[in-house]
């Protein structure tokens, strides 16, 4: 049995460009099915959020009744640690799932910035997934710069924000800034399932890559650390 660290935005908004709270949380399927996968496959979730307030999923994200009905019977939901009081030394796998929550504050998050340098360089799976990437932001390598730079990734696409119908309402978009910290952005078809593996980093670009991306840690969980 592996330990496996899910780690949620616990913002319940993201701040518009004109200052709208717009209401978000956590997607959904990006929490659900990895967790399943997970599960399924015999580990153990523990799940973490900033200040370890019980994150909420976005709404939009339970019109699907499979998730719906599902995500209320996950307990490690409502029972969150801090997550300043993790070491990421005690996690096999680090998983961070997306939703706009995370561009609001694990972007910004130092503690979440050191998990995930220390994940890293660590050598264990870390899958990022969708709006997830926004925690790469927080992160700082020895010299200041991103401990990602020159990584191939990928993440939720500017394309898929405007037909989302928020990108002209967006402070910031996720594919530029990810750009702009140096890393290598590999842009998959809008919507489709797009998985990017490099090292011990797994991404994913949407909710579809999901799926896809808890399978990929699964095959890296059984390959030995260096």
Known sequence: MADILFVLTGSKV????DGTAHPTGFWAE?????YRAFTEAGHRVTVATPAGVVPVADG?????????????????????LVLAEVDPGDYDVVYYPGGHGPMEDLAVDPDSGRLLTRALASGRPLGVVCHGPAALLAARGEKSGSPFAGYRVTGFTNAEEAQAG????APWLLQDQLVELGVEFEEGEPWAPHVVVDRNLVTGQNPASSGPVAAELLKLLRVPAA
Do not use: G, Q
């Not at 993201?14 to 460009?17: A, C, P, V």
């Not at 939009?60 to 969150?80: G, Q, V």
């Open 166 to 169: 928020l990108a002209d309402r």
């Open 60 to 80: 939009a994200s339970l019109t699907d009744p499979a998730m719906a009905e599902e995500l209320p019977k996950i307990t490690e939901f409502r029972h969150p």
């Open 14 to 17: 993201w701040t518009l460009n």
């Open 30 to 34: 990006e929490a659900v099915v990895p």
